[in-house]
């Protein structure tokens, strides 16, 4: 079946550093890649996506690329902060029968950055 | 705007018990889900609706049920709890059931069962 992998688990770096999350999808469909931040006990929440169209995009400190063809993609973020402290979920949109998309995800990667 | 909202935050049940599980959304999304999440696996679906009357499974829906009586309720029913429901769980909305919109997350139940 469809799935996503997501890599690595758990990633520590120091403030100031970048950070780099991979991701990759078995779907060669999949045409919409978001990718939620979750803070500890809290809900997750997006904080950037892609779709297909388009082989980068970038906000502020934050930017995601995808390779189509290899069928993975990565989130980058620079200058991290002791805010930028979170669990980290990539997605790719998977369709039902029916025609229906849904998301389905990444295990997550525990991003830690250290004063 | 509230948004997606679920009760309760937090439940204790024990094992055979039941219990419904609520999610409201005020956007007028028609499309809802349930996820649950537990340590080192992500978000994994239960159960999903595309609109008032229909509703279907997702990649584990044993031992749960849903209904979805109204676009802004979709609440998820655990039958029989078990130990292995024990997770924290989050209804999603987004738009529709078609296309590539934001899917906002409820703030999450977080269950577990003795």
């Known amino acids: 079946g469809e799935n996503v992998e997501q890599h690595p688990s758990t990633l520590s770096v120091q403030e100031g550093d970048s950070a780099v999350i991979k991701c990759t999808y078995s779907d060669s469909a999949s045409n919409y890649f978001p990718w939620y931040k979750q803070e500890l006990g809290k809900r997750p929440q997006l904080i950037i996506d892609?779709?297909?169209?388009?082989g980068e995009k970038k906000d502020q400190r934050i930017a995601v690329t995808l390779n189509k063809t290899a069928k993975h993609f990565s989130l980058h973020i620079t200058e991290t902060q002791p805010e930028d402290s979170a669990v980290y979920f990539c997605?790719?949109?998977?369709?039902?029968?029916?025609?229906?998309?849904?998301?389905?995800f990444g295990a997550g990667t525990r991003l830690a950055v250290h004063p | 705007n509230a948004g997606v909202t679920q009760t309760p935050k937090f439940q204790v049940l024990k094992t055979g018990q039941s219990m419904t599980l609520q999610c409201a959304q005020d956007m007028n999304h028609e499309y809802m889900s349930w996820y649950r999440q537990d340590p080192g696996m992500g978000l994994r679906l239960i159960h999903y609706s595309v609109g008032a009357g229909i509703t279907d499974q997702g990649e584990v829906p044993n031992g749960y049920n849903v209904s979805r009586s109204t676009t802004e309720d979709f609440p998820l029913r655990l039958l029989s709890a078990a130990p292995s429901q024990t997770s924290v769980y989050f209804c999603?909305?987004?738009?529709?059931?078609?296309?590539?919109?934001?899917?906002?997350f409820g703030p999450g139940t977080r269950l577990t069962v003795l």
């Open positions: 997605a790719a949109q998977g369709s039902f029968s029916g025609g229906y998309n849904k998301l389905i």
């Open positions: 999603a909305s987004r738009i529709s059931g078609f296309g590539t919109d934001t899917q906002y």
């Open positions: 892609i779709r297909s169209n388009v």
